[in-house]
C-alpha cells in the first residue's frame, strides 16, 4: 500500500532563506506527483505536478524535482518571504487513488 | 472561472440526521472524489468517481455515500452521521487522475453532536 511521508512536520526559517522541503513515498509505481500548498482553514492550492516520466517542475520561486526510483521529492523554495507561510503537502497518483502526505507547516518569520 | 463550489460551508447537526454536502465543479472534469482531513492523520480519500455513474471506494468509504448523475456534480452523503465524522472535508475534480492538476473546493466543516 502507497505511502507518503513528509518531514519535518514543521519548519520555521527567517525571512530571505532558500529552503527545501520533503516528501518520500514507498511504491515508486507512480502516475504523477504534485505540491499543494494550504492556508489554514482553506482549500488545497496546487502549486507544482510532476508527471512520472519527468524530473522536475518550476514556477516561479519554486522548483519542486522527482526521483522515482528513490521515492523522494523535494520542493525548494528560493528567497521566502512572509507570505510563503503555509502547510504545504505532497500527493501522489497511483492505481487511480490519490495519496496525501501530511504536510509540512512552514512559517517564514519576518 | 474555474471553480470547484461546496455547500455547507459550516455545519452543525445531531447525531443520526442525514444529511448532504453538494459539491459542483465548472470546468467539465471526468475525475471527482471526496477527502476529509483530521489533526493528525491528514488528508484521506473517501469516494472518488472516474466518470458519470462510476463511483468507487477510497480509504475511508465507511458511513458516507455519493452518486454521480451529472458530470458537473459529485454529493455526500452521510445517512446517519456519527461524532467521529466531524471533519473538514474538501471535494476535488481533474480532468482524469493520472496527470492533470487537481483543483479543491474551500472546504465544508462537519460538526456532528
Known amino acids: 500500500k502507497q505511502e507518503v511521508t513528509q518531514i519535518p512536520a514543521a519548519l520555521s526559517v527567517p525571512e530571505g532563506e532558500n529552503l527545501v522541503l520533503n516528501c518520500s513515498f514507498t511504491?515508486?509505481?507512480?502516475?504523477?506527483l504534485q505540491w499543494f500548498r494550504q492556508d489554514p482553514g482553506k482549500g488545497l492550492t496546487s502549486l507544482l505536478l510532476i508527471q512520472s516520466s519527468q524530473r522536475e517542475q518550476t514556477s516561479g520561486r519554486l522548483n519542486a524535482s522527482l526521483d522515482k526510483s528513490s521515492g523522494r521529492s523535494t520542493l525548494y523554495i528560493a528567497a521566502s518571504q512572509p507570505g510563503d507561510s503555509a502547510t504545504y503537502l505532497c500527493a501522489v497518483v497511483s492505481d487511480d487513488k490519490i495519496i496525501f502526505g501530511k504536510g509540512t507547516r512552514l512559517h517564514i518569520l519576518p | 472561472e474555474a471553480q470547484v463550489t461546496q455547500n455547507p460551508r459550516y455545519l452543525i447537526t445531531v447525531t443520526g440526521k442525514k444529511l448532504t454536502v453538494t459539491c459542483s465543479q465548472n470546468m467539465n472534469h471526468e475525475y471527482m472524489s471526496w477527502y476529509r482531513q483530521d489533526p493528525g492523520l491528514g488528508l484521506r480519500q473517501i469516494y472518488y468517481?472516474?466518470?458519470?455513474?462510476?463511483?468507487d471506494k477510497g480509504d475511508v468509504p465507511e458511513g458516507y455515500k455519493v452518486s454521480r448523475k451529472e458530470k458537473r456534480n459529485f454529493p455526500l452523503i452521510l445517512e446517519s452521521p456519527s461524532p467521529n465524522q466531524t471533519s473538514l472535508y474538501f471535494c476535488?475534480?481533474?480532468?482524469?487522475?493520472?496527470?492533470?492538476?487537481?483543483?479543491f473546493g474551500e472546504g465544508s466543516w462537519l460538526t456532528v453532536v
Open positions: 511504491d515508486s509505481a507512480i502516475y504523477n
Open positions: 468517481s472516474m466518470n458519470v455513474e462510476v463511483t
Open positions: 476535488a475534480s481533474s480532468l482524469g487522475p493520472l496527470g492533470n492538476t487537481i483543483y
